[in-house]
């Protein structure tokens, strides 16, 4: 199997380092091939503007879904964009490693959504959601939370999870076609002892080694 891993968090040290990492030597140790974008390592600008095309449509007026159209017909992305649409479509299981922060994706991984995920490369024309460019591929998001699990109810401190999520994973993923695995969440990592932090990444790598027989959930349903 072929997987994607973008992470998007500034500290390498971090527990979602840890997480990254303990999925890049899983995945490699039972012998899936793994590409990654570590956002940050690389410095990715997550500022979408004429930055991300070589080729231009329309000098006089900027609309991206228009250049992004052009760009898909004439090959006219910019260098650090195609890479990353390239491993996009190498990929048959996509993982975001992040921190959930006011409610939704860092900053850096939310512009790598709105740069990489290009109309007419990505989605558009009928492609969309099970007709999507991506369809037959997977996803899974693996995130943490700053409160506990209890914050995360329906009736909760925050709310229920399920909603809070269903942006990225209904409106982002499954949007361009990918089947979504059941989010894998690690709440309040902070607050947790070295055992428990120790147990839990043991815990994602057995996960890991069956990722490849877990069926896709119903985002719906949140």
Request: charged share 25%.
């Amino acid at each position: 199997m072929k997987v994607f891993i973008v992470i998007g968090h500034a500290e390498s040290q971090s527990f979602n380092g840890a997480l990254f990492r303990t999925a890049v030597e899983t995945l490699q140790a039972i012998g899936h091939e793994v590409r990654v974008s570590d956002l940050y390592a690389m410095g990715f600008d997550p500022v979408s503007d004429r930055r991300n095309f070589v080729l231009v449509k329309d000098p006089n007026y900027f609309k991206q879904q228009i250049e992004e159209m052009h760009a898909t017909e004439v090959s006219g992305f910019a260098p650090e964009i195609e890479v990353e649409m390239q491993k996009l479509e190498w990929c048959d299981l996509m993982i975001w490693q992040f921190p959930l922060w006011w409610f939704g994706l860092p900053g850096i991984l939310k512009g790598w959504v709105d740069r990489v995920f290009a109309m007419g490369r990505t989605y558009g024309d009928g492609h969309f959601y099970e007709n999507g460019v991506f369809r037959g591929k997977r996803a899974l998001i693996s995130l943490t939370t700053g409160g506990p699990d209890e914050a995360y109810i329906k009736g909760g401190f925050n709310g229920d999870i399920g909603a809070i999520l269903r942006p990225i994973q209904r409106g982002m993923l499954q949007f361009v076609g990918f089947d979504v695995l059941s989010p894998h969440i690690i709440y309040a990592p902070v607050h947790r002892t070295d055992e428990d932090r120790k147990q839990l990444l043991a815990a994602f790598a057995q996960r890991l080694h069956n990722i490849d027989k877990e069926a896709p959930i119903d985002v719906g349903m949140y």
